[in-house]
């Protein structure tokens, strides 16, 4: 079997009303195609425009080949030798940001190619299941031009994810710094108020994760105000400070109780080895598509493993990329859970329709999938519906 091309298929749908912090309103669909007619998908949380190049834009010399070229012969059933194959052949542009990203989506397909053609799941070719089930955490990012109307949001949002038999919940509070909603510009009494509510809501018996999405620029405050959230037992603190403040987490991870998370945005295992080696983190957060991939995800988890570090992937998209992270969770032995963005609470089209047959909680786990690959099917009428040909116009709105 070899991979004869592949392609970028971009799709959007956005709400009709504003929703500016939500990034799953568009997707970068990556499709691997092959000579004996099994096709695979993948996806990543990244521009889908820039995605679209990188895999398709040829340039003018051999270092300058799209990933789709650099594809084409390739036997599908060695992702981790392909993934070395294009990490070296696409040096100038793919070395890190989001042409590993674009590598990472491809990598999913392969899989899933690779699953299907020996009909077995991939946690299976990934050596085994460590773990009979998954556990998600519901991930609720609130919307609310106003911190009343956010808090509302979030409540309610937190609310039903208890009552859907969530175990952990995650609460986006992103109402302070540089990556906060539009028009939110909060103090640090209102995110520990928040947080206060949050735990109010859902009660002693759920784990309470926190994502502050980078909203401070100096560990000894972020540490200031940790040490206020502490009596809500939070499981752990996300992202307290900027994503290249290396030495900050360093410290911060030193002083603090609560365990700080991060890494969505590192790709490849060398950034997060440098991150290792610094004691920079206490709960290492791969995103499947952005780190590189299910092959690369591996080998990160395979690191967090030889230094002690739990492994909970960050994923945010659609069921694609949860079918991928729950695979690589399955073998993972240091995963305790999986982040999950339910498809009722998402405000996303594509997150809700995207595939037909997802990996979906009962009772708060996910059992060990049972379809090849990565087991999902694509709806083709909803790919049909949503994919565009055109980037959105330029706005300073």
């Given at each position: 079997?070899?991979?004869?091309?592949?392609?970028?298929?971009?799709?959007?749908?956005?709400?009709?009303?504003?929703?500016?912090?939500?990034?799953?309103?568009?997707?970068?669909?990556?499709?691997?195609?092959?000579?004996?007619?099994?096709?695979?998908?993948?996806?990543?949380?990244?521009?889908?425009?820039?995605?679209?190049?990188?895999?398709?834009?040829?340039?003018?010399?051999?270092?300058?080949?799209?990933?789709?070229?650099?594809?084409?012969?390739?036997?599908?059933?060695?992702?981790?030798?392909?993934?070395?194959?294009?990490?070296?052949?696409?040096?100038?542009?793919?070395?890190?940001?989001?042409?590993?990203?674009?590598?990472?989506?491809?990598?999913?397909?392969?899989?899933?190619?690779?699953?299907?053609?020996?009909?077995?799941?991939?946690?299976?070719?990934?050596?085994?299941?460590?773990?009979?089930?998954?556990?998600?955490?519901?991930?609720?990012?609130?919307?609310?031009?106003?911190?009343?109307?956010?808090?509302?949001?979030?409540?309610?949002?937190?609310?039903?994810?208890?009552?859907?038999?969530?175990?952990?919940?995650?609460?986006?509070?992103?109402?302070?710094?540089?990556?906060?909603?539009?028009?939110?510009?909060?103090?640090?009494?209102?995110?520990?108020?928040?947080?206060?509510?949050?735990?109010?809501?859902?009660?002693?018996?759920?784990?309470?994760?926190?994502?502050?999405?980078?909203?401070?620029?100096?560990?000894?405050?972020?540490?200031?105000v940790i040490r206020r959230i502490e009596r809500y037992?939070?499981?752990?603190?996300?992202?307290?400070?900027?994503?290249?403040?290396?030495?900050?987490?360093?410290?911060?991870?030193?002083?603090?109780?609560?365990?700080?998370?991060?890494?969505?945005?590192?790709?490849?295992?060398?950034?997060?080895?440098?991150?290792?080696?610094?004691?920079?983190?206490?709960?290492?957060?791969?995103?499947?598509?952005?780190?590189?991939?299910?092959?690369?995800?591996?080998?990160?988890?395979?690191?967090?493993?030889?230094?002690?570090?739990?492994?909970?992937?960050?994923?945010?998209?659609?069921?694609?990329?949860?079918?991928?992270?729950?695979?690589?969770?399955?073998?993972?032995?240091?995963?305790?859970?999986?982040?999950?963005?339910?498809?009722?609470?998402?405000?996303?089209?594509?997150?809700?329709?995207?595939?037909?047959?997802?990996?979906?909680?009962?009772?708060?786990?996910?059992?060990?999938?049972?379809?090849?690959?990565?087991?999902?099917?694509?709806?083709?009428?909803?790919?049909?519906?949503?994919?565009?040909?055109?980037?959105?116009?330029?706005?300073?709105?």
């Amino acid at each position: 079997m070899q991979v004869t091309g592949a392609d970028c298929v971009i799709l959007s749908c956005p709400p009709a009303d504003a929703d500016p912090l939500n990034t799953a309103h568009d997707n970068a669909l990556v499709r691997v195609y092959t000579d004996e007619g099994i096709t695979g998908i993948g996806e990543v949380e990244c521009n889908p425009w820039v995605v679209k190049a990188l895999v398709e834009a040829s340039g003018y010399h051999h270092a300058d080949r799209s990933l789709a070229e650099l594809l084409i012969g390739q036997n599908p059933a060695h992702p981790q030798a392909i993934w070395d194959r294009l990490y070296q052949q696409s040096i100038l542009t793919a070395r890190r940001g989001a042409g590993i990203g674009a590598i990472g989506a491809i990598d999913m397909a392969l899989w899933d190619i690779y699953g299907k053609a020996s009909s077995k799941p991939i946690w299976q070719l990934l050596g085994g299941a460590v773990h009979k089930t998954v556990v998600p955490y519901a991930s609720l990012l609130p919307y609310g031009q106003t911190l009343a109307n956010y808090r509302d949001n979030l409540i309610e949002k937190a609310k039903w994810a208890c009552q859907a038999g969530f175990r952990a919940i995650k609460v986006e509070i992103l109402i302070r710094g540089p990556h906060a909603q539009p028009g939110l510009n909060e103090t640090d009494d209102a995110i520990v108020g928040l947080v206060a509510e949050c735990r109010s809501a859902i009660g002693p018996a759920t784990d309470l994760l926190l994502d502050v999405g980078y909203c401070w620029s100096d560990w000894k405050h972020a540490l200031s105000v940790i040490r206020r959230i502490e009596r809500y037992q939070p499981y752990f603190i996300e992202t307290p400070l900027p994503p290249d403040d290396l030495k900050g987490y360093s410290r911060l991870c030193a002083a603090a109780d609560v365990p700080i998370a991060a890494g969505e945005l590192l790709t490849t295992r060398f950034e997060f080895e440098q991150w290792l080696e610094h004691d920079a983190v206490d709960i290492v957060q791969p995103d499947i598509g952005r780190v590189g991939g299910i092959t690369e995800a591996m080998r990160v988890a395979q690191l967090a493993r030889d230094r002690g570090k739990p492994v909970i992937p960050h994923c945010w998209k659609s069921a694609i990329g949860i079918a991928a992270t729950v695979h690589v969770a399955v073998a993972s032995p240091g995963c305790p859970m999986i982040e999950f963005l339910p498809a009722p609470v998402s405000n996303s089209v594509l997150r809700q329709c995207l595939v037909e047959n997802e990996l979906e909680p009962v009772n708060g786990i996910i059992e060990l999938p049972t379809h090849p690959g990565l087991g999902v099917t694509l709806n083709h009428e909803a790919v049909r519906k949503y994919t565009v040909s055109q980037s959105p116009s330029l706005s300073y709105a």
